[in-house]
């Protein structure tokens, strides 16, 4: 069962197995305040258990596009239509946050985003990466890359 993610009160619920389950919490938050703000959308997430097929689909794109396999557990994702765009979020274990951006109009942006929480070493998989940092009042200093989707990968 999907459960509403709060920016107002954040709860490491969910998340308690990672070993940055503080950071990674407001690093949730941040992005359900930034869906709330932006699209009027209430940010949901099931358990990686429950959202298995979407976990794999953002699996299956990390390996075709780039070689990457996540070493990390997945604990939680999200799923959401707004204004054409299909956008997946996985929060892994690890304190790790990927995002894919896939609109569904031919010649859309299509693209997979990295956060990583507070306090989190660059996992080996990610070392070819860099990583821009940007302040949050909910997670501390966030760092995040992307890489653009260049194959297709049609949402589920």
Do not use: C
């Amino acid at each position: 069962m999907s459960e509403l993610v709060s920016f107002t009160q954040v709860s490491t619920e969910g998340l308690e197995s990672s070993p940055v389950a503080d950071a990674l919490a407001g690093l949730r938050a941040n992005e359900a305040r930034y869906f709330k703000n932006t699209y009027d959308h209430d940010f949901r997430v099931d358990s990686a258990d429950d959202a298995r097929a979407i976990v794999n689909w953002v699996a299956e794109i990390l390996d075709a596009e780039r070689g990457i396999v996540i070493a990390a557990p997945a604990l939680q994702a999200s799923v959401a239509e707004v204004d054409g765009i299909h956008w997946v979020h996985v929060f892994y274990e690890s304190g790790l946050a990927i995002n894919v951006l896939y609109t569904r109009a031919e010649g859309g942006k299509r693209a997979v985003g990295f956060k990583l929480s507070d306090g989190m070493e660059v996992p080996e998989e990610l070392g070819a990466f860099k990583f821009a940092r940007q302040r949050s009042k909910l997670a501390g200093t966030i760092r995040g890359s992307y890489f653009v989707i260049k194959g297709e990968h049609p949402p589920l």
